[in-house]
């Protein structure tokens, strides 16, 4: 199985911001069953072996990354442990150090096993709390290798990012990222909550159900891709910036999503609610960093914009603009082929998606004056033939019919 060397550079950080458990009785069977390492203690870092006896996630780490072969980790942590809060329904973590980088490929780290094994104790959230407030300055909770599964865990308290990807094709569902194990509160923590690269490719944050969806607030930042590397990622159906309900604020310090240093190709949409960030929503950078899309999210109530390019970023695609509000009927010409999206919000950002389409002959009208949009104000965002998305428009009041002016779009 192939396996990496993970390393850090300063550039990523300027790029990219901020009584001992009680072992359980088992039978056997249920330790082995569907899974190869059962977790079933919260101690860290433990005693050095993984077995029915005692096994932390450290130890189970360990063992999956030298076994040699595809493996899972579950968890079943009995209600004794010390590491239970009865009234939470929560089993916390409190990692010594950093935990060991998942190297070999093919591993699955289950949380949603200990709902399970132990039943819904936590229905706010994961049951599983993974804490790095006892971490050293800088720490990293966790470094992920290649075609790894993290699913339903709560990681916070970590001093520099919650999860660093170092690898390709794995899948982040699930996750409550720098909140509490609520997914209503956040813990501080310094960095990005997730940061993938510099060789990150074809990666899938999020998914198309809610049982997918991570949250990840009240870090530096939310997530950040970064270096000519990193690519085919996809970020979809996930609340960055919000509590767990994707309505109240937690925030991230800095911007939702940080695209930069040449990473292409990347997909953030569609589903995301991107909101209450201390920064932009999306910020894109570096004129190597192209044909990145941003598509049929709800981004709004971010401090910086919506969506932000910057340095030449997605080929300098230039906003829709000129859009006017008159009562007459018209049409409109947009050089080039490209596809457009309609957003409402009460103000420049795009809080509800409304509709979207495309033309390749350049000449198209927009007709909103037959549409009852739900917020009072509308904007627009294109997205040409290689995936480049652009700003938002400027807001114009969405009480008549609209036309849409010329674009500019590169050079055309």
Known sequence: MRKRVLTVTGLVLIL???????????????????ADYVVNSTADPGIGTCDETECTLREAITAANGDGKVS?????????????????????????????????????VMGSTQTGNRGDTNPYGPEIEISGQSLSPGAICWWIGSNTTIDRLTINGCPAYGLQVHGDDNTIVGNYIGTDATGSSDVSTSYNGILLGPGAENNTIGG????????????????????????????????????RTGTQPLGNDGSGISIQDG??????????????????????????????????????????????????????????????????????????SLTWEAFSDFDEEGRFFESTGGTASGLFAFFPADVLFRYP????????????????????????????????????
């Open 16 to 34: 990219c911001l901020v009584a001992p458990p009680t072992s359980a009785v088992r039978e056997p069977n249920r330790f082995l069953q569907g």
């Open 72 to 108: 899972n980790i579950a968890f079943d942590i009995p209600a004794s442990d010390g590491g239970y809060n009865s009234s939470t329904g929560v089993w916390t973590i409190y990692l010594a150090s950093a935990l060991p980088a998942l190297t070999e490929e093919g591993t699955g």
């Open 208 to 243: 198309p159900n809610e049982e997918d969806r991570n949250v990840i607030s009240g870090m530096g930042g939310g997530i950040c891709i970064f270096g000519s590397a990193s690519s085919a990622n996809v970020i979809r159906g996930n609340y960055i910036g919000t509590d």
């Open 263 to 336: 990473a292409h190709d990347n997909t953030v949409g569609p589903n995301n609610v991107i909101a209450y960030n201390g920064g932009h929503g999306v910020s894109i950078g570096g004129s190597e960093t192209i044909y990145n899309t941003v598509t049929q999210n709800s981004i709004h109530s971010n401090v910086g914009k919506g969506i932000t390019l910057s340095d030449g970023a997605n080929g300098n695609l230039a906003a829709p603009y000129d859009l006017v509000a008159i009562c007459s009927a018209g049409s409109a010409s947009s050089g080039g």
């Open 377 to 412: 104000y509308v904007t627009l965002t294109v997205t040409d033939a290689s995936g480049n998305t652009s700003e938002f428009s400027a807001a114009v009041p969405s009480g008549c019919l609209f036309v849409y002016l010329p674009l500019s779009m590169k050079g055309y």
